[in-house]
C-alpha cells in the first residue's frame, strides 16, 4: 500500500516516513503542498498524511481540491495541539482524522490502520478478501481458499492494486507507476504481461475472470471486497 505523506519538516517527514516503511508501507514524500496535491492527483494513494501549514497551499486548500475533483482517497491531518479551528475546517473540508503534534508514532500507525480498516484496504490482520481469494499484504501472499496461489512479487503486487481498488478503471500507466514504480524503464506492456501471467494463475481456481479488460484503457475488478 502507498501513503503520501505531506510535511515541510524535514525531521518529522523522515521520521513519519521511517515509521510508516518499518511497517511495509511504500511512502512518497513532499514538503509542499501544491506539489503535493499534483502528485496526489497523478497517483492512486490509499492514504495522505497531511500537515496543515504549507508552503505553496495549504492543507485545507489541498483537501478542497482533491475532493472538488472527485478524488476521496482518505487523509490523515498533522495539526498543532492547539489548532483546534484547523482540524475543524479540515475536517468539514473532507479530511478523515487528525493526529496532534508532536506526533506519537504508536497513535500515527494506529489510527492510519483505523482510516484504512474504515476505507476498506485493509483488515484487521491486515488481510485483504475478495470472494474466496486472501491475500496478505505483510507477507505477500495469497490463497484461494487454504491453497497458496504461489504468486510471484509482482504479480502479488499486482493482485493487491486491483484488489484495493475494485470497481475502479485503472488505466495502464496507473498499475505500472503503482507496481513497477515512477522510475521503471519498462513500457505499459509489461501490465498486459503480467495480467496474462496473473489470469493463468487464478484460471486454475476458476476466477481468472474477475479481472476484465477495458478496451484502450486498461482493467478492473469488480465485485464487493470483504473486510475481516
Known sequence: MQILVVEDDVSLIHAVSSV????????????????????????????????????????????????????????????????????????????????????????????????????????EEGEIRFGSLTIKPKLQEGYFGDTPLKLSIKEFELLEFLLIHCNQILTREQILDRVWGFDSEAGTGIVDLYIHYLRKKLAVHQCAEIIETIRGVGYIVKGKRHVP
Request: hydrophobic share 45%; aromatic share 4%.
Open 20 to 123: 510508516l516503511r518499518e511497517e511495509g508501507f511504500q511512502v512518497h514524500e513532499s514538503m509542499r503542498g501544491d506539489e503535493g496535491l499534483y502528485m496526489a492527483e497523478q497517483n492512486i494513494y490509499d492514504l495522505i498524511i497531511l500537515d496543515m501549514m504549507l508552503p505553496g497551499m495549504n492543507g485545507i486548500e489541498l483537501i478542497h481540491h482533491l475532493r472538488s475533483q472527485g478524488v476521496m482517497t482518505p487523509i490523515l491531518l498533522l495539526t498543532a495541539m492547539d489548532a483546534v479551528e484547523k482540524r475543524v475546517k479540515g475536517l468539514d473540508a473532507g479530511a478523515d482524522d487528525y493526529v496532534v503534534k508532536p506526533v506519537a508514532f504508536p497513535e500515527l500507525l494506529a489510527r492510519c490502520r483505523a482510516i484504512l480498516r474504515r476505507h476498506g484496504s485493509l483488515g
